[in-house]
């Protein structure tokens, strides 16, 4: 089993920054990680992939040029840094873990973590 705890969120102004934090314990071998966002009423909404051995990155549209996803192996935690934030990134975060073969489809993630609120003003 794999266990995901997100943290880091809050409120921040517009133009902003959070760094988001996912610890990973259990079986700490998994093969990639992804966040995702959701507000009420919507779907969630893919944000950024890495894989966990090789660094291989994906964003999403709203992701790219502002925010970067990074992992630190020797502590089991994956990172989502957020720049220049904007009201509109306002949501629930979520770290998800698992092996993927589409890295925007949030189905295919076996793990979740229980998210973590940012909350942008404008």
């Known amino acids: 089993q794999v266990q995901l705890v997100e943290s880091g969120g809050g409120l921040v102004q517009a133009g902003g920054s959070l760094r988001l934090s996912c610890v990973v314990s259990?079986?700490?071998?998994?093969?990639?990680m992804g966040w995702f966002r959701q507000t009420p009423g919507k779907e969630r909404e893919f944000v950024a992939y890495i894989t966990w051995g090789g660094g291989d990155l994906w964003y999403g549209d709203s992701a790219k040029g502002r925010f970067t996803i990074a992992r630190d192996l020797a502590k089991n935690t994956g990172y989502l840094q957020m720049n220049r934030l904007k009201p509109e990134d306002s949501a629930v975060y979520y770290c998800?873990?698992?092996?993927?073969?589409?890295?925007?489809?949030?189905?295919?993630?076996?793990?979740w973590g229980q998210g973590t609120q940012v909350t942008v003003s404008a």
């Open positions: 998800a873990a698992g092996s993927v073969q589409s890295p925007p489809k949030a189905h295919e993630y076996a793990y």
């Open positions: 259990g079986r700490t071998s998994i093969y990639a």
